[in-house]
């Protein structure tokens, strides 16, 4: 298969009270702050102009909330799949490091998330499969909609020849699960790698050259 590229365009749900508090907020569905939403003000005037081609959602409340005050026309359209939640921290919700860092399974966590797991919370493998498998559907999607416009068109054109420039996804969702999309596709990165505070976005430019997926990350 050819060259094919569409955009992820990562919106980080606002900030909420747990986030303020530098609390732990997983699973938990608490609603955004009222000067959260204020803030979602600047983010919604750079939205307006782009052109989605298609819209996913966490299905927890703060999610929702971003979606509907920055692009409300697209609240019908959009998907709401709970594999774009963030991790589950478990007995450790609503907790800050003050609160937990003197506890010796947290410090082990901080050490290696990857191998140890929150009292009651969600596995880091549990998390990853999630992402990957979310990432597998959408970029399944976008393979099948490009062969199916291929054969609608004069066999004769190459790919290159019906690339328009790439599609945007836009995907509101938690800070974890945008870090973890870019560790999966930035060849080279890892999971501390990026970071997108609440209320904003990052967009993922999505290549897929030779059956290979990889993605380049802009800020902002």
């Not at 004069?154 to 836009?170: A, F, H, Q, S, W």
Request: proline share 4%.
């Amino acid at each position: 298969m050819g060259l094919l590229e569409f955009e992820f365009i990562l919106m980080r749900h606002g900030r909420t009270r747990w986030n303020q508090e530098k609390r732990y907020v997983g699973h938990t569905d608490v609603s955004l702050l009222p000067e959260g939403l204020t803030e979602l003000a600047l983010l919604r005037k750079q939205l307006v102009e782009l052109e989605i081609s298609k819209v996913y959602c966490s299905d927890l409340i703060r999610c929702r909330e971003t979606l509907s005050e920055t692009l409300p026309t697209l609240v019908e359209r959009a998907v709401y799949d709970s594999r774009l939640r963030e991790m589950d921290f478990g007995d450790w919700e609503g907790h800050s490091y003050d609160e937990l860092q003197h506890i010796q399974h947290y410090r082990d966590w901080l050490d290696d998330p990857q191998h140890m797991t929150p009292p009651n919370g969600e596995a880091w493998t549990s998390f990853a499969s999630r992402i990957a498998d979310f990432l597998r559907t959408v970029t399944d999607g976008m393979e099948s909609q490009s062969e199916l416009n291929q054969e609608l068109n004069d066999t004769e054109l190459k790919v290159n020849d019906l690339y328009t420039g790439p599609k945007r996804i836009l995907i509101v969702t938690h800070g974890g699960v945008i870090r973890q999309l870019a560790a999966m596709t930035i060849p080279g990165s890892s999971f501390w790698d990026v970071h997108v505070e609440p209320g904003r976005t990052a967009t993922l430019r999505m290549t897929r050259n030779n059956d290979r997926w990889s993605a380049v990350f802009y800020k902002g």
